[in-house]
Nanobody, 113 residues
Framework: VQLQASGGGLVHPGGSLRLSCAAS????????MGWYRQAPGKQRELVAS??????TYAHSVKGRFTIDRDNAKNTMYLQMNSLKPEDTAVYYC?????????WGQGTLVTVSS
């Protein structure tokens, strides 16, 4: 499976972005898909994940970010609202199809005035 992440960019604090992660083939709804992020000098952090309709968010993004999947398009999204400078990071999508985990190439999100 190949994953292609896109949608990153530069946005002002309080702004919004929507990240997309397109898969090269169908991924089962029970397989976990999600987003990690890594800020400069920090460890990779799980931002959000979804499987079987269950959505999980990091405390730092809860209420601001929404993860969704469009299985017909083999695409996952991360809608990010009320962005803060501390959301600046490279965002990576992943899919866990046991026993493998597949990663996208990362897309940079910069939140700055």
């Amino acid at each position: 499976v190949q994953l292609q992440a896109s949608g990153g960019g530069l946005v002002h604090p309080g702004g919004s972005l929507r990240l997309s992660c397109a898969a090269s083939r169908r991924i089962g709804s029970l397989d976990v898909m999600g987003w990690y992020r890594q800020a400069p000098g920090k460890q990779r952090e799980l931002v959000a994940s979804t499987n079987g309709g269950i959505k999980t968010y990091a405390h730092s993004v809860k209420g601001r970010f929404t993860i969704d999947r469009d299985n017909a398009k083999n695409t996952m999204y991360l809608q990010m609202n009320s962005l803060k400078p501390e959301d600046t990071a490279v965002y990576y999508c992943y899919a866990r199809i046991v026993p493998e985990t597949y990663w996208g190439q990362g897309t940079l999100v910069t939140v700055s005035s």
